[in-house]
C-alpha cells in the first residue's frame, strides 16, 4: 500500500483477479482505518486477516460461514454485497456505469471500446470510495458529490 491521500491504493495482483489482471482500489480514509485497526489484531503475522491455518489469509468461504452464523443464510451472499453496490452506485449515486463497472473489476468485452477505454478512474473511484463510505457508515440517502444531498424534509421521487 502506498503512502498518503492521493496514494492509499490497494493493489490486487493479476494472479489473484479472475480476470488476471491487475486492479487498483483507491481506499477511504475509514477502509484505511479498519486496515490499521485489523493490522494489531494479529502483529506477529504478515496478513492482515489471517485465516486459522498459519501463514494463509482467510478461506474464500469465511464470509460465508459468517452470514450462515448471523442467520442470514439463504437472505445474503458475499456476492450480494457487490450486487448491492452496483445498485447503489446506479440508483443512489447516480455514478456512469464505466466508473462503477472499473470499481468491480469489470472486463469490458466490447473489444473496440476496451482498446480505446484505457483508463481506470482513480479519480473519480476514490470520491466514490468515499461517497460509499459515507452511506455505509452514516446511512444517509445520497451522498456522491455530484448529487444535492437528500434530507428528511425532500421528498421522495416516485
Same mark, same amino acid.
Not at 35 to 58: I, M
Given at each position: 500500500m502506498h503512502r498518503g491521500r492521493r496514494a492509499a491504493l490497494w493493489t490486487v495482483? %493479476?494472479? !489473484?483477479?479472475? %480476470? !488476471?489482471?491487475?486492479?487498483?482500489? #483507491?481506499? %477511504? #480514509?475509514r477502509a484505511l482505518a &479498519?486496515? !490499521?485497526? %485489523? *493490522?494489531? =489484531?494479529?502483529?506477529?503475522?504478515?496478513?492482515? @486477516? #489471517?485465516? =486459522?491455518?498459519?501463514? +494463509? #489469509? +482467510?478461506?474464500? &468461504?469465511?464470509l460465508t460461514k459468517a452470514l450462515r452464523d448471523a442467520g442470514l443464510d439463504g437472505k445474503a451472499t458475499a456476492h450480494g454485497f457487490r450486487s448491492s453496490f452496483k445498485d447503489w452506485c446506479a440508483e443512489v449515486a447516480k455514478v456512469r456505469d464505466e466508473v462503477s463497472e472499473a470499481a468491480l473489476a469489470h472486463k469490458i468485452l466490447d473489444k473496440v471500446r476496451a482498446a480505446y477505454l484505457r483508463t481506470r @478512474?482513480?479519480?473519480? *473511484? !476514490?470520491? +466514490?470510495?468515499q461517497d460509499w463510505t459515507n452511506y455505509l457508515t452514516t446511512g444517509r440517502r445520497l451522498v456522491a458529490s455530484t448529487q444535492p444531498a437528500l434530507t428528511s424534509a425532500t421528498p421522495a421521487a416516485n
Open positions: 495482483p %493479476a494472479e !489473484r483477479m479472475k %480476470a !488476471r489482471v491487475e486492479h487498483t482500489v #483507491p481506499l %477511504a #480514509p &479498519i486496515l !490499521r485497526e %485489523a *493490522r494489531t =489484531t494479529y502483529p506477529e503475522s504478515e496478513l492482515v @486477516f #489471517p485465516g =486459522t491455518k498459519l501463514g +494463509l #489469509p +482467510l478461506s474464500d &468461504i469465511t @478512474f482513480l479519480d473519480e *473511484r !476514490r470520491q +466514490l470510495m
